[in-house]
């Protein structure tokens, strides 16, 4: 099991992700892609403090944003992402969400909930 706190995301996953970019789409995945990482808490700040963060590291702010809820009960949570342009294969994409879930974990945020890819300028 992973040492990483909170980690989900399988390196086997991302080799299937991979994959069916590859099959499905006529994006070159082998160079530079727009990735976009999400992050969740219940608290608005929290993720404000957290994007500052990562925006000295060299992410972009996109946005914070109030999830749609099941049941107006239903507690709130607030997604940050952010985005970089960026290289990777399923091995270097796995290290930068091992990067991110330790963030994560070492910030108190809720979780890190992983990633989009598309290709850059769209």
Do not use: C
Request: aromatic share 12%; proline share 4%; glycine share 6%.
């Amino acid at each position: 099991m992973s040492d990483i706190p909170g980690k989900i995301i399988t390196i086997e996953q991302l080799d299937q992700m991979f994959e069916n970019i590859r099959e499905n789409t006529d994006w070159d995945i082998s160079g530079d892609m727009l990735w976009g990482y999400f992050f969740t808490h219940h608290e608005p700040t929290k993720l404000e403090e957290a994007n500052n963060a990562l925006v000295e590291k060299g992410y972009r702010f996109v946005d914070i944003f109030l999830s749609d809820k099941d049941e107006p009960k239903d507690p709130d949570m607030f997604w940050l992402h952010v985005e970089r342009i960026e290289t990777h294969t399923s091995a270097t994409l796995d290290e930068r969400n091992d990067e991110l879930y330790k963030f994560a974990h070492e910030f108190g945020l809720d979780s890190y909930d992983g990633m989009d890819v598309g290709p850059v300028g769209n």
